[in-house]
């Protein structure tokens, strides 16, 4: 009985090894996957900041043109707000808060 007992026990520790393995590739799958997301996250949202600040989109605007296109933006703004169209974007890289 003894030699059973001792066969179930490795065949269980066998088994609980393989699955603890599977969990460790998978875990580490997950792990660099999450990587590269996040990696491309911070490059959208670089990209989203630097195109934000694109003042080639106002080149050659006179100072009262300008004046103009920066209450349409403000109203727009509004309208978004207003709307709930608008997006959070934080400056340290981590998502907003929903709710």
């Known amino acids: 009985m003894g030699n059973e007992y001792n066969d179930k026990e490795k065949i269980l520790e066998k088994k609980y090894s393989d699955k603890q393995s599977k ?16 990696r491309e996250l911070e490059s959208l949202t670089a990209e989203v900041i630097i195109k934000h600040y694109d003042f080639s989109d106002y080149d050659g605007l006179a100072s009262e043109e ?14 978004l707000i207003k709307n709930n169209n608008a997006l959070s974007i934080t400056s340290n890289g981590s998502p907003p808060l929903s709710g």
């Open 23 to 38: 969990l460790n590739v998978e875990i580490c799958n997950l792990r660099t996957e999450y990587n590269s997301v996040k």
């Open 66 to 79: 300008c004046k103009n296109k920066l209450t349409l933006l403000k109203n727009e703004e509004k309208d």
